[in-house]
């Protein structure tokens, strides 16, 4: 029987879109609408956090692996010699070396810049974990469980921007917004919301209309589905191109929900979800088991972040239109 050969797990290119952090981040500085602000800010810091913790990994390894090379060079200068790892000589256990070690981590440390920190944690921490990946098992089980919990943490972010997004938009935006939503949900009565609910229902709809229709289920936004209807309701045209351009936010809620849902497998639903995906489309089979790598995680972090801030300018260029570009008069 042939060996079985490692999977790629694609680690390098999961910890990859520094960049593209730094340009939404960025964006979201320049959203002029107040009642937006903090939702956007949020969205952006529930997605940072996401790519801090896809790299912790990375950044442990080479921190251990940078740390064992200076404590081995301290030994040297202290000692003339190197001794075998964890026996009685150990330079841990020698209070020269470790004065000394001190000194010179503290010296390199401070001449790092961000590109030479990125470059370490290429070097020693991505190929250490590379390594591991491929001669440990446990590693691999690790490695599948942050790959899940990154698509899990970029959908709960999109899902958590979208109602709290069209709520500050509905409640503080024009009022074409607010009549498109109460036309849409003309007929859904009070007398149709279970007693439960009527009793737990909190936000007083004359300061919080948009918040009280989600409070008693009248507008949802459990699925994208539901989602892409109420921003197209109150949005129109302009919020169906978004959810038409961005087919990836489809496969993100795929993904999460086979992954919560079904252990991670194909199912029914899943196929169906996954039919808006041109690339994705009938390439999935009922029963099978879902396989993830960086690549592909961060395939589904794009999507949250696109699909999310096109949402949010759009919101922002209604509540606060650009003013137009003045017309510079030559000197004369």
């Known amino acids: 029987m042939e060996p079985t050969v490692p999977r790629d797990y694609k680690y390098f290119q999961l910890i990859q879109g520094k960049s593209k952090m730094k340009a939404l981040l960025d964006a979201i500085k320049a959203v002029r609408s107040e009642p937006l602000k903090p939702v956007a800010i949020a969205f952006g810091a529930n997605l940072d956090r996401l790519k801090n913790l896809a790299v912790t990994g990375a950044e442990i390894a080479h921190q251990s692996r940078r740390d064992a090379a200076w404590l081995f060079y301290a030994e040297y200068l202290v000692n003339g010699k190197i001794v075998k790892p964890f026996s009685g000589e150990s330079p841990a256990n020698n209070k020269a070396v470790l004065e000394k070690f001190d000194d010179l981590l503290k010296s390199f440390v401070t001449g790092l810049d961000d590109n030479k920190v990125?470059?370490?944690?290429?070097?020693?921490?991505?190929s250490m974990i590379e390594t591991m990946l491929k001669a440990t098992p446990g590693m691999t089980k690790s490695?599948?469980?942050?790959l899940s919990s990154m698509v899990?943490?970029?959908?709960?972010?999109?899902?958590?921007?979208?109602?709290?997004?069209?709520?500050a938009a509905v409640?503080?935006?024009?009022?074409?917004?607010?009549?498109?939503?109460?036309?849409?949900?003309?007929?859904?009565?009070?007398?149709?919301?279970?007693?439960?609910?009527k009793e737990n229902v909190r936000l007083d709809p004359r300061k919080d209309w948009a918040g009280s229709l989600i409070e008693v289920s009248t507008v949802s936004f459990r699925t994208l589905d539901r989602i892409a209807r109420w921003y197209s309701v109150t949005f129109e045209g302009r919020a169906r191109q978004i959810f038409k351009d961005n087919q990836d936010i489809y496969a993100l809620a795929a993904y999460r929900n086979a992954l919560i849902h079904s252990s991670e497998r194909v199912d029914k639903d899943f196929?169906?979800?996954?039919?808006?995906?041109?690339?994705?489309?009938?390439?999935?089979?009922?029963?099978e088991t879902l396989e993830l790598d960086g690549a592909f995680v961060q395939r589904l972090r794009e999507a949250a972040m696109s699909t999310g801030l096109k949402l949010i300018q759009l919101a922002d260029d209604i509540l606060s239109p650009a003013a137009p570009p003045t017309d510079v008069v030559p000197a004369s």
């Open 171 to 197: 409640n503080n935006g024009p009022p074409e917004l607010a009549q498109r939503v109460q036309i849409a949900t003309q007929g859904k009565s009070d007398s149709k919301i279970a007693e439960h609910v």
């Open 271 to 287: 196929i169906k979800q996954i039919e808006a995906v041109d690339d994705l489309r009938g390439k999935f089979t009922e029963g």
């Open 152 to 167: 899990i943490g970029y959908w709960a972010a999109f899902e958590a921007l979208a109602p709290d997004l069209w709520k």
């Open 143 to 146: 490695m599948e469980a942050l």
């Open 118 to 126: 990125g470059l370490l944690i290429e070097r020693l921490g991505v």
